[in-house]
């Protein structure tokens, strides 16, 4: 089983709508929780992080997590082109210091 | 600006030569890593230092090095390269002990011919 997965994709949504990415941990003692957005052939830049059970909200996107059934959330409300990226999905345990990704799901919206 | 920042931004070289990866970061932290993505763009860590001291080595084979010489500089030297290592290297850094995000360089994009 992988540390961290998420669907590959790709994911396709038209623009406007609601992006929903998903991911998916092994490690229960993981304690940070990170969305990143890597455009192509740039590197990877931070959009989110969430540490604690339930949704938190900027401006467009609003992650989800519940620790229980180890589950990250993303999603992105009224999806714009410029949203088209890969998503990296990243996981830290409480005093590691390895941030471990996952595969990333790559999305586009769709004009 | 503040940044991290990697050299060079393209690498290309054949097969058994042996070349090297810059970073420095003026971003203050004391953590530095290097990742390997691949083409299916998955960032696999390959080395983290602390404070120039060696944290994680994750199974990479010893062709690649990592040299620390501050705590502000990660550098990346690969021996004897083979095909499979053509990939894109970051370059991160972030501060130990919070449970902060890690930011990244640009990237190098290795191509071994």
């Known amino acids: 089983q992988k540390e961290v997965e998420q669907n590959s994709g790709p994911l396709s949504v038209p623009e406007g709508a609601i992006a929903s990415l998903n991911c998916t941990y092994s490690?229960?003692?993981?304690?940070?929780f990170f969305w990143y957005r890597q455009y192509s052939g740039k590197s990877p830049e931070l959009i989110m992080s969430?540490?604690?059970?339930g949704d938190k909200e900027d401006g467009r996107f609003t992650a989800q997590l519940n620790k229980a059934s180890q589950y990250v959330s993303l999603l992105i409300r009224d999806s714009q082109p410029s949203d088209s990226a890969t998503y990296l999905c990243?996981?830290?345990?409480?005093?590691?210091?390895?941030?471990?990704f996952g595969q990333g799901t790559r999305l586009t919206i769709n004009p | 600006d503040t940044a991290v920042s990697q050299t060079p931004k393209y690498l290309v070289t054949q097969m058994g030569n042996d070349k090297s990866i810059k970073c420095e970061q003026n971003?203050?932290?004391?953590?530095m890593y290097w990742y390997k993505q691949d083409s299916k763009k998955f960032l696999k860590i390959m080395f983290s230092?602390?404070?120039?001291?060696?944290?994680i080595n994750e199974t990479v084979p010893n062709r690649f090095s990592p040299k620390s010489p501050d705590k502000a500089h990660l550098n990346l030297h690969i021996n004897s390269l083979e095909l499979g290592d053509s990939a894109v290297y970051f370059c991160?850094?972030?501060?130990?002990?919070?449970?902060?995000?890690?930011?990244f360089g640009q990237g190098t994009r290795l191509t071994v011919v």
């Open positions: 969430i540490y604690s059970n």
């Open positions: 230092y602390n404070n120039k001291e060696l944290i």
């Open positions: 490690d229960r003692g993981s304690q940070s």
């Open positions: 990243a996981v830290k345990r409480q005093g590691a210091q390895k941030l471990v």
């Open positions: 991160a850094s972030r501060t130990q002990g919070a449970d902060t995000e890690a930011f």
């Open positions: 971003l203050g932290h004391d953590t």
